[in-house]
């Protein structure tokens, strides 16, 4: 049984080009959520994608974006990106199921630079 | 706000040592608490979560981590530490009900000397 799959591993951009990330959840998952995690920081919350929509959303602008397929598979798009857009971009895939907490499991992330 | 902090930014111990990760939270409630550790190149493992009940939980390879709500915390510990340790270590919680949305210190960075 795969677990959480991304692609690319790494991505080179430069400033004011457009990136697109890629996530397969984990067999039997529906919820995908995206994390940024810069360097010597914890991640941080982008948003969450249920049923293909955007279910709930971090503190990030306009500029990030997602997508979610029938197939339960992700995409996380950043354009005009930024210097400060360097990052690893995680994907989590879980189960959606009621109020209570159903575990996370994370992908090994997407290192992108911005030159 | 919810937040959590890890103070140590850098902690060295020796193998088979005795660790402990410090975290606290700051949170209206009782919240869902969560250690995850990430090896280089490596998402994220979790290791353990508390949510309600027995305060001190158990976790994968070792560790264990104890939920005090009088302060707050909820202290990553393990015996011995194995040189297989060395990673970096994230404490969590989940806000936002069925959105489960994960809040993350700034992580941890454990080395491990020989």
């Known amino acids: 049984d795969a677990g959480v799959t991304q692609s690319p591993t790494h991505l080179i951009k430069t400033r004011g080009q457009q990136v697109t990330l890629r996530c397969s959840p984990k067999?039997?998952?529906?919820?995908v959520s995206w994390y940024q995690q810069a360097l010597g920081q914890g991640p941080q919350f982008i948003f969450q994608y249920y049923e293909e929509e955007e279910r709930q959303r971090g503190n990030f602008p306009d500029r990030f974006s997602g997508h979610q397929f029938p197939n339960y598979s992700s995409e996380l798009n950043v354009n005009a990106l930024l210097l400060g857009d360097s990052a690893l971009y995680l994907c989590?895939?879980?189960?959606?199921?009621?109020?209570?907490?159903?575990?996370?499991?994370f992908g090994p992330g997407t290192r992108l630079t911005v030159l | 706000a919810q937040s959590v902090t890890q103070p140590d930014i850098h902690i060295t111990v020796s193998e088979g040592a005795s660790l402990e990760l410090r975290c606290n939270y700051s949170y209206g409630a009782t919240p869902y608490l969560f250690w995850y550790v990430q090896s280089p190149g490596q998402g994220l493992q979790l290791l353990l979560k508390?949510?309600?009940?027995?305060?001190l939980v158990q976790g994968i390879k070792g560790f264990e981590a104890e939920f005090k709500r009088s302060q707050s915390s909820f202290n990553l510990r393990k015996p011995s530490v194995h040189w297989s340790d060395a990673a970096e270590y994230f404490c969590a919680l989940v806000y936002g009900g069925a959105t489960n949305k994960l809040i993350f210190g700034t992580g941890t960075l454990l080395a491990v000397q020989p």
């Open positions: 067999s039997g998952h529906d919820t």
């Open positions: 508390y949510f309600s009940g027995d305060t």
């Open positions: 989590a895939s879980s189960l959606a199921g009621g109020s209570s907490f159903n575990e996370q499991f």
